[in-house]
């Protein structure tokens, strides 16, 4: 495996890794448990060519699994190329790249589906999405 090649795959694990230790992280704060208290979703983060679908129960991450999914059901996606994700997932992003619906702006992630889960727990999402920020922000 040549460096560059290594560097990629190490990255994307690390957001794999990440994700994975999601229900943990939001069952351990209470802040996201208050804001979420009336959530119940499903949604689907696609990564690049990585999906994950996240379950939502009640603000707790009830499931966070990783695809492939042959036929994924969720009510909204959020999607876009690994190396955006990565910039968005940097411990100290640039400016301008520390916001979700920043990069939504600049049609470099996508978002699909019924959106009013999303958009109506919007602080929620924003602070789970840090939750996968390598010393959250």
Not at 62 to 89: K, N
Request: charged letters at 20%.
């Amino acid at each position: 495996m040549t460096g560059a090649v290594a560097a990629t795959t190490e990255r994307v694990t690390g957001i794999r890794t990440r994700i994975a230790a999601l229900p943990a992280a939001v069952a351990g704060n209470a802040m996201l448990s208050r804001r979420g208290r009336h959530l119940n979703t499903t949604c689907l983060l696609e990564i690049g060519d990585d999906a994950f679908r996240l379950r939502i129960v009640e603000g707790q991450i009830a499931e966070a699994r990783q695809g492939p999914f042959t036929t994924p059901s969720a009510e909204f996606v959020i999607s876009g190329p690994a190396a955006i994700w990565r910039r968005f997932l940097a411990a100290e992003p640039p400016p301008g790249d520390h916001d979700l619906l920043a990069f939504v702006k600049r049609h470099e992630l996508r978002l699909a589906g019924n959106l009013h889960p999303l958009m109506s727990h919007l602080l929620y999402f924003k602070a789970l999405l840090a939750c996968l920020v390598e010393g959250a922000r």
